[in-house]
């Protein structure tokens, strides 16, 4: 047979296609020196025939596979034991790649975004040290997310010059001479202390209720919690606008990507993700982006604000992502499914909690604690109809576009209903939201009874049409 | 139009405010008697009253053309580039021209023509009456009376000619005591608390220097401190800061001596005045329109600018006005230097406190009407000296705005109501705002000549109703805001109103509005439905005793049964959730835009530009 040196796989069953307008159909597809065909090999037999010189472009859609290889914890302890990774690289590769990623997380598939096939992945940083070391598997892995002739962004969430630092540690950042095919973007979200520092300040600030004006706009700015909350929201937004906009894959990674990569994989697919909007995909979105990809909860929220011993290990990265979904859920009140209560409810838990869901710092340490046999989740607890109900947001109306909410400090306020909680009554407010509920309840109501009358009226013409025409 | 010598320019680039790139807008400025048109190439319009048109700049020649700069004062700031200098500088000079009127005829109000005949304008000014006002504070009573010391203007150019004085307040007394205060203001009622038999009262400060007394004076404030039956004490409140107040008495002014002045308590609350104001609000404006603002700019700039401090300033005076009334039951006085502006803006929030009236559409409309005539609003419409315009009334508004953050239920009125006042306070195309006073207003002849805001705003109502007012509040619950300093924010809404992108994409207040006007019409249809079932419910009973036995069973048909679903409309959308924004000319109605831009599959690329998420490495 001509060409047959590059037949590899003459044939494989099950395979199946489909096709627009039509059922999709299965059946054995065969290769051969010029066509490819299928047969469905029933009674009535779908064939199709296509010469190869027909073909324009090969798309493969499936890319990526379900991997195993940290079953044990062995290879990262901080990621869980079944990962996605590139179809094409296998668990041997992904070995050596973890030997060269901080913390031993290798690169892996964070969102999917359906409408154009673009990928968030997540890291570590690279181990390049002062002298630059490589890793052939590494840079395999991460082109294997490219689709031909694209290329890719590296969200580096470290400013140049910290990135540069990193490299005197062991650390460092992808030399654009190996990864040519991505661009490397430095964004700087701050870490640890700095932020603990920031989370008492603005703590302190909001508990002092004898500042004057000046004093107190002092404080706030002094704080930096928005100019925090700023530098998270727009790199997010930036990490959605190359997957969105520019259409291209992009890969986030800081230090060893436990912190501000997190803000970012997640605020980005809340901006991008409709499902992550509602109620059972945010909670997804903490399960996969949060808990399973080890952001170490116990370190980081053992204590608040009012802790007097510091550790370094201590900073308000989970909160500051939940500030952003509130700025967020302020500029586009209707599309997401639950209210400002939830994300308080979830800021509670992750610092205090009756349930075994935010205990430990990762995965394995979960598993060894024996947290599902022991403890209840949150989940199973949040989930219940009676508590839903209090967690919905009236308004929601399911909104299927990428939304992107404005960075401005302008548009950036204060989350009251954290930071001023026990600081003034809620009163006023809180009626105002109730008084809201009820027109909205009050709206349901009437359309049903419209609805309904609008039917019964029908249905007794029809019976009067009836009773007249015969 | 003299003033006009190139009416249409082609080619002309809109500059987004905030865009870092120069992102623009190419289309065609117009320039007519008395808007500045530009419509770009998507045929949306941007009109601009020449009237709002605070400055205009011209910037140095750039390699696209030459760029021209309009802020306005409603806060709108436009960048636009004219491809020809020479057209830039036609436009340039006619707007000049355009936005400084000399005299009060040349004002747009008095050649705006909403096709209404006279008596539709006469009513439409009968809309707000004073002496309806008054009776429904419950004066004249056995203490206080109509004076009609100043009906002719002879006392006070200043004041109107209805004024309320203190039943044992002589006319000697009164005119002994204006000769006595600046600008001849003496003290006169301004709010009656009924339920408390409490008044506040308005004047300018003394003319005391450092020992003149006046024995009228002391006699008409002790007349003041009498018309209270219950409390004999009353406050005098300087609303300027001390310092200010002692230097007045080198100049002949001052503030009284306590000593002098039986039963009275006096009190600063230290208010900047007007110069100071002007240049905070200025430096606020600087702030929020820098391009690439960070956050920490952003808050020392608020902070530096003294804004919210001067807003914060004004709402504890109002507080400590009411307070004095409900908790002490005492009378006030209050005054400033000329009392117009400070004495004007607290005694009008004072009272929005203490009388839910006030917080009702019809009565926010009353207490500006005072205003005016106090003349709290001098907005610099005509050419004249830029020291004496104030933002005084934009301060009052905000405070206002405030007031329902604070209390989202206790207004009748919403956020765009406010905005929509505050637009025509500079546009000029109402008479409602023109003049200083009742004697200036008289002569501009206004009610013949011009026409009133408040029924056109009566007629729109539908669109200021806060959906979320509360009824229940009877007339004396009296609002007790809270002023630590947290509770007082940038008011995004107003000094961006025209920044569209600053602003959240959805706004709730619109979808609930919206939802409230909904659901009054499902009731209505309701009513409807169910009389139209009763209807032919009894015409089946007459008709079934005579059919029943023919038909007795009629089974249903499955077809009728799926045509009836369609019979279930969807009704009105309620998810028109964008903010809308209202110039000054009934043109300027975006709604349908916005709502066709948000439908769109995708929103365009929005704030990532200002927000700095560029792509740069």
Redesign the interface.
């Known amino acids: 047979m001509e060409f047959a040196e590059l037949i590899k796989t003459p044939r494989v069953d099950n395979v199946v296609l489909h096709r627009p307008f039509y059922p999709a159909v299965e059946g054995t597809l065969c290769l051969t020196g010029h066509h490819l065909i299928l047969s469905s090999r029933q009674d009535n037999t779908e064939e199709l025939w296509l010469l190869h010189s027909n073909i324009d472009a090969i798309d493969k859609t499936s890319e990526w596979r379900l991997s195993y290889v940290n079953k044990e914890f062995a290879v990262c302890p901080s990621y869980p034991p079944i990962v996605i990774v590139p179809k094409s690289i296998d668990d041997e590769a992904l070995r050596k790649v973890a030997m060269f990623r901080h913390g031993g997380r290798f690169p892996v598939l964070s969102y999917y975004h359906k409408k154009n096939g673009m990928v968030i992945m997540r890291s570590g940083q690279p181990l390049t040290g002062t002298n630059g070391r490589r890793c052939k598997e590494d840079e395999k892995l991460i082109n294997a997310t490219l689709r031909a002739g694209k290329r890719g962004y590296i969200i580096d969430t470290r400013s140049l010059n910290v990135a540069q630092q990193a490299r005197a540690k062991g650390g460092g950042f992808e030399q654009e001479a190996h990864y040519p095919q991505w661009?490397?973007?430095?964004k700087s979200i701050e870490r640890y202390h700095i932020l603990q520092e920031s989370l008492i300040k603005l703590v302190e600030a909001?508990n002092e209720?004898a500042?004057?004006?000046?004093?107190?706009?002092?404080k706030?700015?002094a704080s930096?919690w928005?100019?925090h909350?700023?530098e998270i929201?727009?790199?997010a937004?930036?990490a959605a606008?190359?997957i969105d906009?520019?259409g291209a894959s992009i890969l986030i990674h800081g230090t060893e990507g436990i912190d501000s990569t997190l803000q970012v994989t997640s605020l980005a697919q809340i901006i991008l993700e409709p499902r992550s909007r509602t109620i059972r995909g945010f909670e997804a979105l903490i399960e996969r982006e949060w808990l399973q990809a080890g952001h170490p909860f116990q370190q980081r929220c053992a204590q608040s604000a009012y802790c007097n011993s510091k550790q370094k290990w201590e900073a308000p990265v989970f909160l500051l992502f939940l500030d952003c979904v509130w700025q967020i859920l302020?500029?586009?009140?209707?599309?997401f499914e639950f209210n400002e209560r939830f994300l308080t409810m979830l800021f509670e838990h992750a610092y205090a909690s009756q349930f075994g869901t935010f205990l430990g710092n990762n995965e394995s340490e979960r598993c060894k604690l024996k947290l599902q046999q022991k403890t209840m989740s949150l989940w199973s607890w949040v989930n219940r109809p009676s508590e839903l109900s209090k967690l919905t947001n009236p308004?929601f109306?399911a909104n299927n576009?990428?939304?992107?909410?404005?960075?401005?400090?302008?548009?950036?306020?204060?989350w009251e209903g954290i930071f001023?909680r026990w600081?003034?009554?809620s009163k006023?407010?809180d009626?105002?939201y109730e008084?809201?509920v009820n027109?909205?309840e009050?709206?349901k109501e009437?359309?049903a009874?419209?609805?309904i009358?609008?039917?019964?009226?029908?249905?007794?013409?029809?019976?009067?049409g009836?009773?007249e025409s015969? | 139009m003299e003033h006009i010598r190139t009416t249409k320019v082609e080619q002309v680039k809109l500059l987004d405010r905030f865009s870092t790139s120069n992102k623009s807008l190419t289309g065609t400025l117009y320039l007519t008697a008395t808007h500045l048109l530009f419509i770009d190439s998507h045929q949306k319009e941007t009109w601009i009253l020449h009237h709002h048109i605070a400055s205009v700049e011209k910037l140095a020649l750039t390699t696209s053309g030459c760029p021209l700069v309009i802020q306005c004062k409603n806060f709108r700031i436009v960048h636009f580039i004219v491809p020809r200098e020479r057209d830039c500088h036609d436009i340039y000079n006619s707007l000049l021209q355009l936005s400084k009127q000399a005299k009060y005829e040349d004002l747009y109000a008095f050649s705006y023509n909403p096709k209404q005949n006279d008596s539709e304008r006469l009513q439409g000014w009968q809309v707000i009456d004073l002496a309806e006002e008054y009776k429904r504070m419950g004066v004249p009573n056995s203490h206080w009376q109509l004076s009609d010391a100043n009906r002719e203007y002879k006392i006070c150019e200043t004041y109107p000619r209805e004024l309320y004085v203190p039943q044992i307040a002589s006319k000697p007394i009164i005119v002994g005591s204006s000769k006595f205060r600046s600008k001849g203001r003496f003290p006169v009622l301004s709010y009656y608390h009924q339920d408390k038999e409490a008044a506040i009262c308005r004047c300018s400060q003394p003319l005391s220097g450092f020992s003149a007394r006046c024995l009228e004076d002391e006699h008409l404030l002790q007349a003041i401190s009498k018309a209270n039956p219950v409390n004999r004490y009353m406050y005098v409140m300087d609303t300027r800061p001390k310092l200010n107040a002692m230097a007045n008495r080198a100049a002949g002014k001052g503030y009284e001596n306590e000593d002098n002045y039986s039963n009275i308590r006096f009190q600063f609350v230290g208010i900047e005045n007007i110069h100071v104001m002007r240049s905070s609000l200025q430096k606020l404006l600087e702030v929020s329109g820098t391009k690439g603002l960070s956050v920490n700019d952003f808050y020392s700039g608020l902070e530096s600018s003294g804004w919210l401090r001067h807003i914060k300033a004004v709402m504890d005076a109002a507080i400590f006005l009411a307070k004095a009334i409900m908790v002490e039951n005492a009378s006030v006085l209050v005054h400033c230097s000329d009392g117009w502006d400070r004495t004007s803006q607290v005694c009008s929030l004072g009272s929005l406190l203490l009388d839910s009236y006030y917080r009702t559409i019809k009565g926010f409309m009353v207490r500006i009407y005072s205003l005016v005539l106090s003349g709290g609003v001098r907005c610099g419409h005509l050419d004249g000296d830029p020291k004496e315009v104030s933002p005084v009334f934009t301060q009052f508004l905000e405070c206002v705005w405030h007031l329902t953050e604070q209390f989202p239920q206790a207004f009748e009125f919403n956020e765009e109501f406010l905005l929509q006042i505050h637009e025509h306070i500079h546009s000029c195309q109402f008479g409602n705002f023109l003049g200083n006073c009742q004697k200036e207003r008289e002569e501009l002849k206004l009610k013949e000549k011009t026409y009133s805001l408040w029924p056109f705003l009566l007629e729109d109502q539908k669109k200021y109703i806060n959906p979320l007012y509360s009824f229940k509040s009877q007339r004396f619950t009296v609002l007790e805001p809270n002023t630590v300093s947290f509770n007082f924010k940038f008011w995004r809404n107003m000094y961006h109103q025209f920044d569209r992108t600053l602003h959240p994409r959805q706004s709730v207040f619109n979808i609930i509005m919206n939802m409230n006007e909904q659901n009054k019409q499902l009731q209505k249809d309701i009513q409807d439905l169910e009389s139209k079932i009763k209807q032919r419910k009894n015409k089946q009973t007459d008709g079934v005793l005579t059919k029943e036995l023919l038909h007795s069973v009629c089974p249903e048909s499955p077809t009728l049964k799926t045509s009836l679903r369609f019979k279930e409309q969807t009704l009105l959308p309620v998810n028109d959730a964008l903010r809308t924004i209202e110039g000054s000319s009934p043109a300027d109605n975006r709604y349908s835009e916005y709502a066709e831009e948000f439908s769109k599959p995708e929103p365009a690329v929005v704030s990532l530009e200002y927000g700095v998420a560029r792509m740069t490495c």
């Not at chain 1, 500042?211 to 002092?218: F, G, Q």
């Not at chain 1, 009358?453 to 019976?463: I, P, S, V, Y």
């Open positions: 661009r490397r973007i430095h909001c209720q500042h004057n004006m000046d004093r107190w706009l002092s706030l700015e930096n928005l100019t909350i700023k929201l727009t790199t937004c930036l606008q190359c906009r520019e302020r500029q586009f009140p209707c599309s308004l109306e576009l990428v939304i992107w909410p404005s960075v401005a400090p302008q548009s950036l306020q204060l001023l600081n003034r009554t006023y407010l009626e105002a008084e809201m027109i909205i009050y709206n009437l359309q009874k419209v609805n009358l609008r039917r019964q009226l029908a249905e007794l013409e029809t019976e009067d009836m009773q015969p």
